[in-house]
């Protein structure tokens, strides 16, 4: 089935330990999203790619950063993780810009900061 | 700025009533999506309104959008233990933002026998 895959499911760093959490996707789409969220709040958008023109977020940390070496594949980068960043981290993927279907998400990784 | 608001946050219904979620939301939008999401769980897609008057039926759930209103809204008939979830709204910033969301702060509703 294709599919949108991310690893690990549950991430454990320390206070100020780069942390790299991945994405995958098998239905070839040309956008990738990483969406945080917090607890029991909604998803925030960090960051998007369109193919790989890469779309940060205006209020998105420096702290964050994202990766995408090929369609396949996304990785979001935190660089100096704090306290405050413990969340879900959901990567999604759409087939274009236009908005005319849907963002299928992957299962998230869950991000806990010691 | 888009912003976008649920209500209620929290629900709490009988098996066997119906009741409606509505999806207010600040700027203009012609796309409109609502999600589904388990304690613990990713989004699970539910709808996709893409114009004025569009409605969209599954089992027990139907969406609708209306534009002018900037208002969609869940309608839930003889609800089920099953459908206790958080459910959001997201709508398009549209524009140059095409695909962008914003999502509504989620409703969780909890279904009793």
């Known amino acids: 089935d294709a599919m949108v895959i991310q690893n690990p499911r549950y991430q454990v760093t320390q206070f100020g330990k780069p942390v790299t959490l991945s994405c995958s996707q098998t239905l070839n789409h040309n956008v990738m999203y990483w969406y945080q969220q917090k607890s029991s709040q909604a998803p925030k958008l960090l960051f998007h790619?369109?193919?790989?023109?890469?779309?940060n977020e205006a209020d998105t940390p420096d702290n964050f950063q994202s990766r995408r070496p090929n369609t396949s594949f996304c990785f979001l980068d935190i660089r100096s993780p704090g306290l405050g960043d413990a969340a879900m981290y959901l990567c999604a993927t759409s087939r274009d810009e236009k908005g005319e279907e849907t963002q299928y998400f992957g299962p998230g990784t869950r991000l806990l900061v010691l | 700025e888009l912003k976008v608001e649920q209500n209620p946050l929290f629900l709490s219904m009988q098996e066997g009533k119906n009741y409606t979620i509505y999806c207010n939301y600040s700027t203009t939008s012609d796309r409109l999506y609502w999600y589904r999401q388990d304690p613990g769980k990713s989004l699970e897609s539910l709808f996709v309104l893409l114009s004025n008057g569009a409605v969209k039926q599954e089992g027990r759930l139907m969406a609708s959008l209306d534009t002018k209103a900037r208002l969609s809204t869940l309608h839930i008939t003889a609800a089920v233990h099953d459908l206790s979830a958080t459910y959001f709204c997201?709508?398009?910033?549209?524009?140059?933002?095409?695909?962008?969301?914003?999502f509504g702060q989620g409703t969780i509703l909890t279904v009793h026998p």
């Open positions: 790619y369109y193919d790989k023109d890469f779309n």
């Open positions: 997201a709508v398009d910033q549209g524009g140059t933002s095409y695909g962008k969301l914003t």
